[in-house]
């Protein structure tokens, strides 16, 4: 059974930081492309970061380049975002994804509250 487990996500003060974690089950998660994509409310849900299988090269939605990084433990079957300098506007769901030729699939998601 694939399972995609968040963690991580809480009330923080802007500025402040914050590291997710997804926690991979039941697929061969080094094959797969990780991302992390958030949804505001109201709002369309957005990808924000991809590390890609095999080299782990990154991509990243340019307003959160510079303070968000994506990163992945294979032996683990993890993937990490830390999210530094943190703004109101990065309020949201935060949903991690894995992807390889057909097959995606979505986690259940961690709320992220950047508020004073």
């Known amino acids: 059974q694939v399972q995609l487990v968040e963690s991580g996500g809480e009330f923080v003060q802007p500025g402040g930081s914050l590291r997710l974690s997804c926690a991979a089950s039941?697929?061969?998660?080094?094959?797969?492309?990780m991302s992390w994509y958030r949804q505001a409310p109201g709002k369309e849900r957005e990808l924000v970061a991809t590390?890609?299988?095999?080299?782990?090269?990154?991509r990243y939605k340019d307003s959160v380049k510079g303070r968000f990084t994506i990163s992945r433990d294979n032996a683990k079957s993890t993937v990490y975002l830390q999210m530094n300098s943190l703004k109101p506007e990065d309020t949201a769901v935060y949903y991690c994804?894995?992807?390889?030729?057909?097959?995606?699939?979505w986690g259940q998601g961690t709320q992220v509250t950047v508020s004073s």
């Open positions: 994804n894995a992807r390889a030729l057909s097959y995606v699939y």
């Open positions: 039941g697929f061969t998660f080094v094959n797969y492309d």
């Open positions: 590390i890609i299988s095999g080299y782990g090269s990154t």
